[in-house]
């Protein structure tokens, strides 16, 4: 059982780890600066990181498992915020749209995800 969670959690730092490198990535490549909201949700999900990091480090303990928690809570909280600014009446959106739909950027999913998996 300990086994498992702590390959769970592994896979979970990997998954965190990969999406922090990709938006790095990304933003490198098209040379566009995040905006505030954006490194918020990247504070979080490190935080996130480094929760599940010293779960492993050292041991499941339930400190590392509230790290885990308030940072994907934070998280949540920050993506919630950006998404409620990009909804706005007569904001002309950010990204591609598709008939009168846009897509909204840093959605809450991957924090839910986080505390879904944790919690």
């Keep these: 059982m300990v086994y498992a969670v ?5 896979l979970l730092l990997l998954i965190v780890t990969a999406a922090l490198w990709f938006a790095f990535l990304v ?3 098209k040379q566009q600066p995040p905006c505030p909201l ?3 949700q990247r504070v979080a999900f490190t935080m996130v990181g480094v929760g599940l990091l010293m779960n492993l ?3 499941m ?9 308030l940072s994907g809570l934070a998280g949540l909280a920050v993506a919630g915020r950006q998404v409620l600014l990009h909804i706005l009446p007569g904001n002309p959106g950010f990204g591609g749209h598709i008939s009168a739909y846009t897509f909204i950027p ?4 991957p924090f839910l995800a986080c505390l879904h998996t944790v919690g």
């Design 6 to 10: 702590r390959r769970l959690d592994a």
């Design 27 to 29: 933003e490198l490549l």
């Design 38 to 40: 954006c490194l918020l």
């Design 57 to 59: 480090r050292f041991g």
């Design 61 to 69: 303990r339930p400190a590392h498992y509230g790290v885990v928690i």
């Design 106 to 109: 840093g959605p809450p999913s």
